[in-house]
């Protein structure tokens, strides 16, 4: 019996998710298994570069889950500083090139996973490109990062003072997630920190009356925030390093700056052989991750589009957690199992210092561009019994469809406990639940961690009056 | 119009509940509410008071949500420290006397609340009504267990040696959440804590396998628990006071003796005219939270049995959280508006000092004694990401049906948010979910909360494993 042979495109989440998977179900003797990865890292989690940056996380191998000789120890013929730069569709082989060497060579397959990640958006502006301006989205970013905070005397957390004539200024551009994450490291590592935000609050993925809240957060934290900031250029001073950022009315002195604007799904590789790509850029798959219309292709992991399950259409969410699900899927499938994707609700959580923002579902915008006619409620209350030591204040904002009081969206920002209490609502839309079912969910409750209304139920209550009061207006 | 009468026979979460949200649907020129509670107070947080002997809740009074002064300003005719004492289903009135002046009066209804909640289990043992032995279903219990600690010098948290001449003993007798709660509280005061659990592991709602990981980390805390320890006697010091408690095998010698051993429904009112129970000598009541075959009374809160929905039949389960939604629902109905309770998934959680117990649907035995056949899987993993500060081993234990996949139960303990996250097994149980189709759940993913597969997803993929292997054997 000759093996059948699995190439990967991508060594990172989805790409070794899956060929571990494959690897479990199938010996070398049935499977050889080939992954190209032109980085110099595998497996490594990319959510926490803002983590090692600020300092919480102290060395950066900690956030490699598996490295590339832990791969080949499971006969995983894995080929790091390795790009595959050609798929041959009907020839079933890639090309790849190989970045040490400079050689270059074609890799037969009966089943390809092209798990390419996504890359980050940068637009290009003058001085985009000077030393001082950082992505975070690899491991290698990060480290740029670290060098040039070395530089800037900001290595040490709290070295610097952040007033005074020896202030360091970090400038971040975007407030999504990776832009306030990067804000609380830069924090840390004791920089003045700028956000410079094109929206009208931060955190764009909430509604603006929930960005608001962030933003008045993030003032309280000493993080200056500014909305409706569109970059113009980056200024560079006397050593060729970056000195300034532009805006259109203003300009922000910056000793560093993170770009934290978002990524697109890396797919240059398949829209170069026709495979077919959605509304978003991500490559479009059926529920067993294969690429549509072609049996012996999958894709998985930030070069996909992922169905919305709330919207009905698809989406693009470059996410850890995705990823990995996405690679665990197509493993079992490439190598004879089964496992399907059914989608995403649109789950996100995350932090800037102790301010937890979470959100899952729709926002208004979001159900308003697909139709979707829905009332909403906000309420605020606590993490735990209001007598309870340490309970904070947590706002919870939940949307719900016109007349029929489905659930829609929650979005949450609070502390203490905030965050994942929108998994409650991530289960419930999955499930198709109405915020009137909603109200007798039971939830753990015991005064340490839950009011004996716990804020989920809460805003279902007020959601449940706001359905039945649009009904009969 | 004459006003209806409504008469509430008990003062706190249901019963308060339901009048309150009665009066927030119907004027007093249209429903009169009067209200019999035969103790010194209205709707306090029972859950509460174990915080407050432990001092992490400062003073009493901030356990009670709402005041009998604040319900009068609302319009609701609350008799304090008046029992009711018989019940005229026929001639629609209630008799009550009145505890301060010893006076008897009848008061006629057209619609009754019975809220008449639950009392503790108190084993008729010698001994067991001497001075130091204290049950903690009231805040007068509490109260009495704060003044005896005084007694024993044990007032101010921390005062008391716990080795040495000088020591305090505390003996709690019984295991579940109100013992290892008031485990954690004498402890807090500064005593030596011994806990006497008749069962095989400490918290019984648990199966044996996960509450031997509460034992071991009680043991790390500091706490002996006894197992297998069934009380035969209170002993009693030449003070009169209580000075040991023994069991069959030994005696341990206490200062304090804290009870914790469960709590039955108070319906011996309802009863008396043949009212409905249920095995677990709950009232019965329909969706609408009205006893059965009466038209004009409702019961609600811990004297009920509650619909478990998983197991197909009632249970009696004493918990503010249900207590309060049954109130809610119960004033909506009496006022003429709607509401209904579907019933319970049996989700509860619990701490001792910092570890989180929670559990959710069916143990092992649950299942069985209503003939479910199921599998089983236990994982370990940590709250957050591995690499993350501060990331606690927690444990996850899931049962899901033989071939059908449905999930049945979920149990942790853990640190660090590990009981919250019982949460998502609540609304997976209550949407009838399949252990397959919780694996690709899209659940808040940050380092700070999560790994990457939240600790229930990958309990959730064992479990999917557990379930095909099982089908095939």
Redesign the interface.
């Known amino acids: 019996m000759t093996a059948e042979r699995l190439v990967v495109i991508g060594g990172d ?1 989805a790409g070794m998710s899956a060929a571990s998977q494959a690897r479990r179900l199938k010996s070398p003797d049935e499977l050889s298994i080939t992954a190209f990865e032109r980085g110099h890292f595998t497996s490594y ?1 990319a ?2 570069i803002p ?1 090692w940056v600020g300092g ?2 102290e060395r950066r191998d ?2 490699i889950a598996r490295t590339p000789e832990e791969h080949r120890a499971r006969d995983i013929d894995l080929r790091m500083r390795t790009e595959v730069t050609e798929i041959d569709v009907a020839g079933q082989r890639v090309r790849s090139l190989d970045r040490a060497s400079g050689e270059r060579a074609w890799t037969g397959f009966d089943k390809l996973v092209i798990a390419t990640g996504a890359r980050p958006v940068r637009p290009s502006l003058p001085g985009m490109d000077a030393p001082g301006v950082h992505g975070v989205q690899t491991l290698d970013d990060g480290q740029a990062l670290l060098d040039s905070l070395d530089r800037a005397g900001a290595r040490e957390p709290g070295m610097i003072r952040t007033e005074g004539p020896e202030v360091r200024r970090a400038v971040v551009v975007g407030a999504g ?1 990776i832009g306030v994450e990067m804000a609380e490291a830069m924090l840390k590592r004791g920089l003045a920190v700028t956000v410079l935000n094109r929206g009208e609050q931060p955190m764009a993925t909430l509604d603006p009356d929930m960005g608001r809240l962030v933003h008045d957060a993030m003032d309280a934290l000493g993080i200056t925030t500014v909305n409706r900031a569109e970059v113009t250029a980056i200024r560079t001073g006397p050593d060729g390093r970056v000195s300034a950022v532009e805006t259109a009315d203003s300009s922000y002195p910056a000793d560093v700056v993170v770009l934290g604007i978002g990524v697109e799904p890396e797919t240059a590789l398949a829209r170069a052989v026709g495979l077919p790509v959605g509304p978003h850029g991500g490559l479009l798959t059926d529920l067993s991750m294969r690429v549509a219309g072609h049996d012996n292709i999958w894709a998985g992991g930030d070069c996909v589009e992922v169905l919305d399950l709330v919207a009905g259409r698809t989406r693009h969410i470059a ?4 990823a ?2 996405h690679g ?1 899927i197509i493993g079992s499938n490439v190598a004879g199992g089964y496992g ?3 989608g ?8 800037v210092c102790d301010l ?1 923002i ?1 959100r ?1 579902g729709l926002r208004e915008k979001d159900a308003r561009a697909v139709g979707l006619r829905f009332v909403t409620a906000t309420i605020e209350s606590t993490g735990r ?1 209001g ?3 340490g309970a904070r204040p947590m706002t919870v904002k939940m949307l719900a469809e016109y007349r029929t009081g489905r659930l829609l969206g929650v979005q949450i920002v609070g502390r203490d ?1 905030a ?6 609502a ?3 839309l ?2 198709g ?1 109405t915020v009137e ?1 909603m ?12 009011p ?3 804020p989920v139920l809460v805003a279902a ?1 007020k959601a449940v009056t706001a359905v039945r009061e649009a009904g009969t207006a």
Chains 1, 2 share one sequence.
């Open positions: 989440a989690s959510c926490g983590y919480d996380v900690e956030l997630y996410l850890g957690t995705h990995n699900k665990q399907t994707f059914p995403v609700v649109g789950t996100a959580v995350s932090k937890e979470a899952t019994a007598y309870y030591p406990g965050a994942k209490r929108v998994d409650v991530a289960v419930a999955t499930a639940m079912r109200t007798s969910l039971d939830l753990g409750y015991a005064p340490p961690f839950s004996v209304w716990d209550r």
